[in-house]
Every structure is written in C-alpha cells, then in structure tokens.
C-alpha cells in the first residue's frame, strides 16, 4: 500500500509539525515572563572641546561615568543574549530628541548580567550632536537593552534616567586635527 518514502514523508511532515508548534509556544510564552532590570548611570565628568572637523568647529564630548545595573531578571530559558547600551538623551531647538550611544556590551550569560563599571569612557563612540554645537541642553543617561531570544520576538526597554546634566561651555579654543 504505503512505500517507505511515503512513510518518512509523513513522519516528517508530523515532526515539523509538532516542532513548529512547540516553537510557536515557547516564543509566545516567553513575552509572559516578568523581568525588573534595574540600573543607573553617574557621570563622574564631562568636557566639551572644540575640534576643527571637516573644516568647521565642532564640540565633542567625553565622558566619565559609573554604570551600575542588575539585568539577571531579563535571563531566562529563552534568552541567547542581551545588548547593553548607555543612550544620551537631549532636545535642541531643531530636534526634538536627540539620542547618542556613549557605550555598549553585550551579555551572553546570566553570571555576566550584572553590570559594574568604574570610570568608563565612551572611547568607542564620538560625542557630537548633529550641528557643530551642543548649545545650553540638558541631557539625560540611560541603560538602554535589548533581549535576544533563542526563538521569538526582540524585547527592549530601558531603565530609569537617574541623572540630568547640562553641557558645559568648551575647555579649549580650538583643537586642529
């Protein structure tokens, strides 16, 4: 009646079957799981100096700062990983919100989900705002993240702004690279 390929291909057919679902189930469930990620950003220092970039004066800033946060809750079964990220949030008069990675990391165990950083700079990303000056703003930190899962949906969210900080005025003249 039923020769043996017919007979793998409905195994088959039932197996991807089964397994489709139970990956659809676990992406579904995974969005149930409560998470209290918890984290604060304190900026130690920051300077402002003028650069002569592309022929026009530019501010650049760097930054000292102090990351602190617990992101174990944000681990689960269905977690491969996290991105971390430390965002600058700021208006002007031309932008509403203006937002700068200073720094990031990702997290690829729960042991390294708690974050603890002393004097970190943004060594890894300019400071610039999209016009030559930063002017008289005030900028807010945050620890930003993103969830990776195995299989389903990217989660993100952020921590709470804990610090508010003005710009201040350059420290140099002028700096020509």
């Known amino acids: 009646m039923y020769n043996i390929v017919q007979r793998a291909s ?7 079957t089964v397994m489709f679902g139970l990956l659809l189930s676990i992406a579904i469930s995974s969005l149930y799981i409560t998470s209290n990620p918890i984290g604060k950003v304190d900026i130690n220092e920051l300077n402002i100096w003028l650069y002569n970039y592309a022929n026009k004066e530019t501010e650049f800033a760097f930054i000292e700062m102090n990351i602190d946060a617990d992101l174990t809750s944000l681990f689960n079964w269905n977690t491969k ?4 990220a430390v965002v600058a949030e700021y208006e002007t008069e031309l932008h509403e919100l ?10 690829r165990s729960k042991e390294d989900a708690h974050i603890k950083g002393n004097k970190v700079r943004n060594e890894k990303y300019e400071f610039v705002d999209i016009t030559p000056s ?8 945050s620890i930003y993240w993103d969830v990776m899962p195995y299989v389903g949906f990217l989660v993100g969210g952020k921590t709470g702004t804990n610090q508010t900080i003005p710009f201040p005025v350059p420290l140099n003249e002028k700096v020509y690279n």
């Open 10 to 16: 409905a195994i088959f057919a039932f197996a991807m």
């Open 81 to 84: 990983q996290l991105f971390v």
């Open 98 to 107: 203006n937002q700068v990675v200073l720094w990031d990391s990702i997290i």
């Open 134 to 141: 930063f002017g008289e703003v005030n900028a807010k930190y």
